[in-house]
């Protein structure tokens, strides 16, 4: 989990930001189970079984104004309890849920209210949650979580620009989630 491939992880994750904009849902289960395999090193049963939570909670998440955090939140402690029990971390699976849904927030609130703000919301949500689950300090890793935040920021144009599939947005996108999670990568090697 802390030695993953930087450059699938930001294939696959580009892979389902895509695919979830435009509501293709096999095509997102496809990236989750990559994103999950190569992104926490899970077995393949455990594998699959997270990428369904994935699945499950990015469509709860969906639907705008109108979702069930909730129930999102509780896929994603079911997930990272699984990530839990696959690897050799010991955080708490609700927590990391409850921090994992407070980027989902913050995202949500650049995207469609306060824009104005930047992505410092989110870059502040994703540096809680990185070092919570990889025990990490902040410092080290909110450079990756700035670069996170930009890719996000990258495909939020795309989606308004009307999602286009051969916009050149989407290798921006893809190129900005590998360098960041290069950044992570690296930050979390050093870690305790």
């Given at each position: 989990m802390r030695d993953f491939d930087p450059v699938r992880l930001g294939e696959y994750e580009a892979d389902a930001w895509v695919t979830y904009y435009q509501r293709r849902w096999g095509a997102f289960l496809r990236a989750a189970v990559g994103m999950v395999r190569v992104g926490f090193g899970m077995p393949w049963p455990a594998t699959i079984r997270g990428a369904w939570r994935v699945l499950r909670a990015n469509q709860?998440?969906?639907?705008?104004?109108?979702?069930?955090?909730?129930r999102a939140r509780v896929l994603m402690r079911d997930f990272y309890r699984d990530v839990v029990h696959s690897s050799e971390e010991s955080f708490d699976p609700?927590?990391?849920?409850?921090?994992?849904?407070?980027?989902?927030a913050a995202h949500r609130q650049m995207q469609h209210g306060d824009a104005d703000k930047g992505v410092e919301p989110l870059v502040d949500a994703l540096t809680e949650l990185y070092p919570y689950v990889y025990s990490a300090p902040a410092a080290a890793v909110r450079p990756a979580a700035q670069g996170r935040a930009e890719a996000m920021r990258t495909s939020d144009q795309w989606v308004a620009d009307g999602k286009d599939p051969a916009s050149p947005a989407i290798a921006a996108e893809r190129a900005e989630l590998v360098a960041s999670y290069t950044l992570l990568r690296d930050a979390i090697r050093v870690a305790p």
């Open positions: 709860a998440w969906a639907p705008f104004p109108d979702n069930d955090p909730e609700d927590r990391a849920a409850t921090l994992e849904l407070n980027w989902w």
